[in-house]
């Protein structure tokens, strides 16, 4: 089983719609981060978290939220799509101490 | 602030030629370095890291890089493409001093492996 798993794979939403990407994992990691991909700027940070009690805003958090529900669960909201949010959304974990984050698969978020 | 810049959105190469993808960063404290390679329709995967160690760095797949401060590059090479090389591939950056662990990433460089 994978060891950083997202749901959904694959979304298509309408604008004005509040959308949930979801993120789980079983590595046991205190840091968790949500970025996004778009062709030709790489990926940017979002949000990223430390515990349940401590989220801290990336570089492009305008237009989205976050909720750590639990130290493996950490969720991504749109609290209204709109079409630029159109990209490829990955959730990534790292140690307390690591160098490395430690990839899911990616959610590919389409807003029409 | 740190950056990432990636040299060539696009590289092409034979299979069987050299690859090399390059990559120059932008930091004020010591850096840590990775590559990470994204297969079609896949999440992202460590290839190798640069931690202030070994400045010539191995990774999987027979890919290595070397950190190079007086130039502030960290490039990518294999000595001879496979076919299965085809795939995106992103340098990114930290700070080795930060707690946050947060990566800056450069544009990503995609690889095609011609027969």
């Known amino acids: 089983d994978a060891d950083v798993t997202q749901t959904p794979r694959n979304r298509i939403t309408k604008t004005g719609k509040r959308i949930m990407l979801e993120c789980s994992q079983t590595?046991?990691?205190?840091?968790m981060y949500w970025y996004r991909q778009d062709p030709g700027l790489g990926l940017r940070l979002i949000y990223y978290?430390?515990?349940?009690?401590?989220?801290n805003k990336g570089e492009i958090s305008d237009g989205y939220s976050v909720s750590r529900q639990a130290q493996a669960k950490f969720s991504l909201s749109l609290e209204s799509a709109i079409p630029n949010q159109t990209a490829l959304y990955f959730c990534?974990?790292?140690?307390?101490?690591?160098?490395?984050?430690?990839f899911g698969p990616g959610t590919r978020l389409t807003v029409t | 602030a740190q950056s990432v810049t990636q040299l060539g959105s696009h590289v092409s190469v034979s299979e069987g030629a050299l690859v090399l993808l390059r990559c120059n960063y932008s930091s004020s404290v010591p850096p840590y370095l990775f590559w990470y390679v994204q297969y079609p329709n896949q999440g992202l995967q460590l290839l190798l890291k640069?931690?202030?160690?070994?400045?010539l760095v191995k990774g999987i797949n027979g890919f290595e890089a070397e950190f190079k401060k007086s130039e502030t590059s960290f490039h990518l090479t294999k000595p001879s493409a496979h076919m299965s090389d085809a795939a995106e591939y992103f340098c990114?950056?930290?700070?080795?001093?930060?707690?946050?662990?947060?990566?800056?990433f450069g544009q990503g460089t995609t690889l095609q492996v011609k027969p």
């Open positions: 978290s430390f515990d349940v009690k401590d989220i």
């Open positions: 640069y931690t202030s160690a070994a400045t």
């Open positions: 590595k046991g990691h205190d840091r």
């Open positions: 990534a974990t790292r140690s307390e101490g690591g160098s490395e984050q430690y």
């Open positions: 990114a950056v930290s700070k080795s001093s930060s707690n946050t662990g947060k990566l800056i």
